[in-house]
């Protein structure tokens, strides 16, 4: 007998694909060989028009949905969009979920041996930019008979990915659906990047990226860098809600070191933890591949013009309170696919939590996004 | 012949006055004997009802208006409103500006020599809060026989204490101006506040505190703690039209490091040149005095009820694009005042420049303060 919900895809298992061939990289380099690491949910149907690729944001990875076994305490970082009824239905989509390339959950990334030199890759690992995770993507696309994806659907970083689907794969992608994202960084995005940046490489164990060789890491920056990350995530209400000045005990310590409020020891909480299962370099390499990101500045910052080949329906999604990228950032996208004469659909949400409301279960949010995904047309 | 410009308050020479009666501080402990550092432009009337008292923010220091020497490359902080003819007009105003207790330009602060130890007090060098700094300048205030000030004038942390004069000294002060300020901080203010602390005391030469024992200086906490701040200064926008994505060389480098971007750079150089001039334990007092303040505690958060003393006439000024310390934070001050029925003036000045606007000669900003205080009696 099942221990899952019924709309939960349930027990899942993570795969992996080794491709031999050379990646040809934005930074020059080529990569061979290297892994991906991915979960599906749901089946592919004879005809191979019903598979939808989930693209992750900075820290995510291949586990959006269902559990690696019955006591996993949380499900996968989606579950609530996908899984059998879910905005995301299992019971029609083949759903598929990876890691990206320079991750640090499974896929070839920093912290994978190097058969080169049989160490970790370290400061050596290329840079990557989000059209050489959708090349990766299309590679494995091709592996699971994938020729066009009904839909590529991300958040924030996601929301970039499946931007880029649009632009570099025009045929193989029907639906493009970003939310939370923006079609490039802005100034304050990439700084508060070069902080967290900052962060890691002035840590004394981070050794110019080959930390794995010293047998350290440089979990001080890599704390530091969450902390910063995370203020973004939140909208400034949504921590006044959650913490305002509540204080950690009854009285004040009056002291320069000690924690005094709830929201500085969540905080440092978020970001010990973060410190422990993170990889510095990949972190490094995710914020590199947002500032990099600006698809536009290939034509001159046109970026109508940019996506004036695409084909693929776009459903464009922000949330009032996310700061990170605003409400003004999608307008930029849905202005320009306008002006591009495109098929495009753009829902604000009304939501108190930031940025980090593209994750969270916010009804008017999954009825939005599961409205527009019910209506893509599949075989039956 | 004077090199100076005739609205320049000139050539200034600090002064300090020891104090040896102990200051009793909120933290409980009294801190004896200490210096004060300031400077004074204009002169002090007969009647003495003509001075303005200066506060300045976290990272400011006494040295407001005028020049050092004939070759200071820069004159004071807030020389473009303080000076003969200018909106704190030195012809008409005693103008006082101190470094608060505890910083690190002159005034008693933990880079001090503790007369105890005959070493730098360090960690040992109590917290202080907005009230202990107000008492601090009341005592300065006595020295230079102002009984009350016509005005106390302050931007940010600045305009909290101007706000603490008004309720700790309702008799001593007629005019209180409160510029881009608050009344308490919020989460998202006490999160980034954390995560500049956070970066100095884990930085491995911070040592607790006493890194003058050691010989070495937090300079990697610092800079990030700078950079960090200093992004909350400035708008999206404004960060956005100064940098936008303006790249250091022509060619992207595509590695983990490297900085790419203008606004890196810009970033990586605020914080190193902060880093070199600025005392690391005076930073983590600075934010400390910052999170703590929140007068309306006392009164059960009731910010009317702990205005309800207060004799002062009030101006409040906040800026559109600061979101530090937004127009809706000085709304809660406006609200409060007349809930409380006070005399309040409020304005909202259109600036792009985000929180540092405050500092800078914005026309309409300069004009609106400039007629504030002309306006304030004083005898001739």
Redesign the interface.
């Known amino acids: 007998m099942s221990t899952f919900a019924a709309d939960s895809v349930g027990l899942v298992t993570p795969q992996r694909h080794s491709f031999s061939e050379p990646l040809q990289l934005?930074?020059?380099k080529a990569l061979a060989p290297y892994e991906l690491v991915y979960e599906t949910y749901g089946a592919l149907n004879a005809a191979a028009d019903n598979a939808v690729l989930i693209c992750h944001a900075l820290s995510g990875h291949h586990h959006a949905a269902g559990y690696h076994s019955a006591d996993e305490r949380k499900p996968g970082w989606w579950d609530s969009c996908i899984g059998p009824g879910k905005a995301i239905d299992t019971n029609r989509f083949f759903v598929v979920s990876l890691n990206n390339l320079g991750g640090c959950h499974g896929s070839t990334g920093p912290s994978s041996i190097s058969p080169e030199t049989g160490k970790a890759y370290g400061?050596s690992f290329?840079?990557l930019?989000v059209e050489d995770w959708v090349h990766s993507q299309a590679r494995l696309a091709d592996v699971l008979g994938v020729q066009q994806w009904a839909a590529v659907v991300g958040g924030s970083l996601g929301g970039m990915q499946a931007l880029q689907w649009a632009i570099s794969y025009p045929e193989r992608i029907r639906h493009c659906v970003a939310i939370a994202t923006a079609p490039?960084?802005?100034?304050?995005n990439?700084?508060?990047n070069?902080?967290a940046?900052?962060?890691i490489?002035?840590?004394?164990d981070f050794h110019?990226?080959d930390y794995a060789a010293f047998g350290v890491i440089p979990k001080?920056g890599l704390?530091?860098a969450r902390?910063?990350g995370h203020?973004t995530y939140?909208s400034?209400d949504s921590?006044?809600s959650?913490?305002?000045?509540e204080l950690r005990s009854e009285q004040?310590n009056?002291?320069?070191?000690s924690v005094?409020?709830e929201?500085?020891s969540y905080?440092?909480y978020q970001?010990q933890e973060f410190s422990g299962r993170f990889d510095a370099?990949t972190y490094?390499?995710m914020t590199?591949a947002l500032?990099?990101f600006?698809p536009a500045a290939a034509h001159g910052g046109d970026l109508a013009k940019t996506l004036a080949g695409i084909q693929a329906q776009t459903l464009v999604m922000s949330f009032t309170t996310d700061?990170r990228f605003s409400p003004a950032r999608s307008y930029e996208l849905v202005n320009a696919l306008l002006a591009a004469k495109k098929q495009v659909s753009y829902l604000e949400i009304e939501a108190a939590q930031g940025h980090d409301a593209f994750l969270l279960p916010i009804p008017r949010y999954i009825e939005a996004l599961s409205g527009y995904m019910n209506r893509i047309e599949v075989t039956a």
């Open positions: 934005t930074c020059g400061a290329p840079v930019t490039k960084l802005s100034a304050q990439i700084a508060f070069e902080v940046r900052q962060a490489t002035t840590d004394p110019h990226g001080r704390m530091l902390m910063v203020i939140l400034d921590m006044g959650k913490f305002g000045r004040l009056y002291d320069l070191t005094e409020f929201v500085e905080l440092r970001g370099n490094l390499l590199k500032d990099y600006d700061w």
